[in-house]
């Protein structure tokens, strides 16, 4: 009986402080985002990159409406999961979109992987053979794996500290770039061969990736001091700290390269930026804030991506095997969770990674707008007319997002189209087998003997 208890998930409540909870949701945020996304979302719409994260932060700004009302009602450590669950029930929906919500967060820790072994590189002169990013990147996955195991009171530390590093480095190289730069300006000559409506939505649902973040806190639920109030405030610190720095850092990039630059060096755009305005110790510093930054994102990540994992698990949504290892689901979980990203991380290049992250995180993103519209106004208390602004902003980044890489990558449209028919078609029959029911039946037994 001890044995079957230990194989439940462990929540510390109220061990995530207000401060702790806005450097775990900035530390995602900030480590994805800034890095790698700029040189890409400078590839797809040209000089017009920086207007194209402050469309992004328009967009989230709607999105975290739904995310705020439904937290502040039903606070929980399985965010999303639980949110779909309170929409859809226990139906194909809530399990199809909880685990686009998984994945994408899976994607989201093998991008911070593959860009701090981009930047790491930097420091011995690039990386020509295209071999020691993908290295780097695994070793940093195992490395947050066991601080991980270490426990949560420990990543809280970590985090924070990092988080702490990271936002007064980034700080500076923005204010130093712009400082030194010989103009605050941004060269629209180059506007035209790339900025067309659908380009600049392509990069905007590129920019909603470095925001997305967001949703680590409320997957951090009832794990945060008073929920019902700090849960939406640290959503709101959290986006509002990442608009300042994102703007900084996209005039301060804008301003130090030129468009064709910053696209050649789009995977470190940041420490090319770094190089004409600071020289070698200039690239040297980006590359530390980086390396802080991917390390410390991913940590934050790992932690919880396994927490909601656990939680799918635990609501009989997804089929969970123990593989023969001892311990807690939550451990299981992480170790699904590092397995994957450590795959991604070795087969997949940055962007392809991230076209998925975002193709993924906007279905589930509308799905959850739409719960909220149909099944939860009245219990959330929200307003009909935001989630019905978040749809449209939402399906208009998609569709742009996806017109432009049906003319430069379709084979990425495939993989997402094809996972997301597998993930439909694997859940609709794990919910409907005899052995889901079967484990249904038992713990609504179990919880009906207690």
Known sequence: MEEKDDRSTHYDEGSLSLSGTVMLG????????IFALTGQMAEMTGALFPLAFLAAAIIVGFSAYSYIKISNAYPSAGGIGMYLHKAYGDRLPTAFNALLMYFS??????????????????LFGGD????????????????????????????QGVA??????????????????IWLADSLAV??????ETGSASNFLGATALGILAFKGFTTITNSGSEVIDPHRNVGRAIVISIAACVVIYTLVGFAVASNLSLREIIQTRDYSLAAAARPALGEYGVWFTVAIAMLAT???????????????AMLTEMKLVPHSHFGMPGSIQKHTL????????????????SRIAALGIIFYLVMDIAIHWGVLRYLLDDVKAKSWVPVTAIILDSLALSGFVWVKLNS?????????????????????????EKRKQAVSQSQAHEHHH
């Open 409 to 433: 990558d379709p084979f990425v449209l495939g993989v997402a189209v094809v996972t997301m028919m597998l993930i439909a078609i694997g859940e609709q029959l794990f919910l409907g087998s």
């Open 187 to 192: 060269d629209f000559d180059h506007v035209s």
């Open 105 to 122: 967060m899976v994607i989201a820790q093998s991008f911070l992987a593959r860009t701090f072994g981009s930047y790491t590189m930097q």
């Open 26 to 33: 900035t530390g995602v945020m900030i480590g994805a985002g």
């Open 160 to 177: 924070g500290f990092i988080g702490l590093l990271k936002i007064g480095g980034i700080l500076i190289f923005g204010l130093v770039g």
């Open 335 to 350: 170790v699904y969770t590092v397995v994957l990203g450590l795959v991604l991380t070795a087969f997949f290049d940055l």
């Open 128 to 155: 020509p053979s295209g071999q020691m990013t993908p290295i780097l990147g695994v070793s940093l996955i195992l490395a947050a794996f066991i601080v991980n195991l270490l426990g949560n009171r420990l990543i």
């Open 295 to 309: 390390a410390g994102g991913i940590l934050a990540s790992i932690f919880a991506v396994s927490r909601m994992l």
